[in-house]
Nanobody
Framework: QVSLAESGGGLVQPGASLTLSCSASGRIFSGITMGWFRQPPGKEREFVAALTPSLGNIYYADAVKGRFTISRANAENTVNLEMNSLGLEDTAMYLC???????????????????WGQGTQVTVSI
């Protein structure tokens, strides 16, 4: 069993930067993949970025490539999502997810993830 806790959301203006953090605790799989998904208001959940620290595999959604960076934080079992050049379209509840089993691909698929955090709200507004 793994528990996830997100932090770092907030209200920012367009063009601003924001960094989210997700910390995993519990019985953590050594090959864990940690990912970020988001759910804009009135829309379905969508993939943002994912990282498998043990393998160094990273994937990004096209919508955030070049703007967002997922990375392993200094603390163990913690990943950050650095978001730059935020736009109105980035407004969403951002959800952290983690796997309890190996995944060799399809890091973009929400169905691959076993554990989910409660989310942190990011609002981009003028």
């Amino acid at each position: 069993q793994v528990s996830l806790a997100e932090s770092g959301g907030g209200l920012v203006q367009p063009g601003a930067s924001l960094t989210l953090s997700c910390s995993a605790s519990g019985r953590i799989f050594s090959g864990i993949t940690m990912g970020w998904f988001r759910q804009p208001p009135g829309k379905e959940r969508e993939f943002v970025a994912a990282l498998t620290p043990s393998l160094g595999n990273i994937y990004y959604a096209d919508a955030v490539k070049g703007r967002f960076t997922i990375s392993r934080a200094n603390a163990e079992n913690t990943v950050n999502l650095e978001m730059n050049s935020l736009g109105l379209e980035d407004t969403a509840m951002y959800l952290c997810a983690a796997t309890g089993h190996p995944i060799f691909g399809a890091m973009y698929s929400a169905n691959e993830y076993d554990y989910w955090g409660q989310g942190t709200q990011v609002t981009v507004s003028i």
